[in-house]
């Protein structure tokens, strides 16, 4: 039920973005001239999108960038946030012709394979985090600010990023699968720009939807009790 009223809200939300069959994961692998296979990992969540590249064979971090977008006329324009390769590109835009056909996301001079639609997922969207539970209370933080970690999620992956828009800094991103069972959400990292040794790791969570808002709660990676919240991205 919770899934099915969060994508209600994005159908209702964003009608144009839906109807041209992009949202959800895509992946793509091309091989550097080292003879690498980097696995290349876009989601397009809403209104945002952000791509993560990462080597195939070990899931060490390469390189991330993300933002808002919007698509006229078979055209995505994107606004970068992050850009972890050029801060430059922070605050500038970029126009990208892209053709879906047989499933297949022919986009930026290469072919996506699609993961997912955007299903399953209960937590299917793009997160600020918005709030912390200390001493028992929970207490708000502004979202508004330049300085914000998001959590982008399509039906069956997910990626966080830490960066700041005024400064242009990118703090750091991870990713890979996750599921949404009986009130648990597991993350199974699939890169992990701050340790590499984290790829493979599984972290379980409690979570529930409140009010809109998705309440977080368990072990971080470091093993120390956290209960946070994650409101969901309009703008």
């Not at 209600?8 to 895509?26: E, M, R, T």
């Not at 290469?110 to 200390?134: H, Y």
């Not at 993350?187 to 590499?196: A, K, L, P, Q, T």
Request: proline residues 2%; charged residues 20%.
């Amino acid at each position: 039920m919770k899934k099915i009223v969060i994508l209600a809200l994005y159908c209702l939300s964003f009608p144009i973005l839906l109807s041209q069959n992009i949202q959800g994961a895509w992946e793509s692998t091309q091989t550097n001239d080292e003879g690498v296979e980097i696995q290349y990992v876009t989601i397009f969540s809403g209104n945002f999108i952000s791509e993560a590249s990462f080597e195939k064979a070990n899931g060490k971090f390469k390189g991330t960038w993300g933002g808002s977008f919007s698509i006229e006329d078979n055209v995505i324009t994107n606004i970068f946030e992050y850009a972890s390769l050029n801060p430059e590109l922070v605050g500038t835009s970029r126009s990208t012709s892209y053709e879906v056909k047989n499933d297949k996301l022919h986009m930026g001079g290469k072919a996506w394979d699609r993961i997912d639609d955007g299903t399953p997922g209960d937590l299917f969207g793009a997160w600020l985090i918005s709030g912390r539970k200390r001493d028992g209370e929970i207490v708000q933080r502004d979202t508004s600010g330049p300085r914000k970690t998001m959590k982008i999620l399509s039906g069956t992956r997910f990626q966080w990023i830490a960066f700041n828009t005024e400064t242009k800094a990118f703090m750091g991103t991870g990713g890979g699968t996750y599921t949404t069972i009986d009130g648990k959400y597991t993350e199974n990292i699939g890169f992990f720009s701050r340790d590499d040794s984290r790829v493979g790791a599984s972290l379980q969570f409690n979570y529930e939807l409140v009010n809109g808002d998705w309440h977080h709660s368990g072990l971080s990676s470091k093993g120390k009790p956290i209960y946070e919240v994650w409101s969901i991205r309009t703008q």
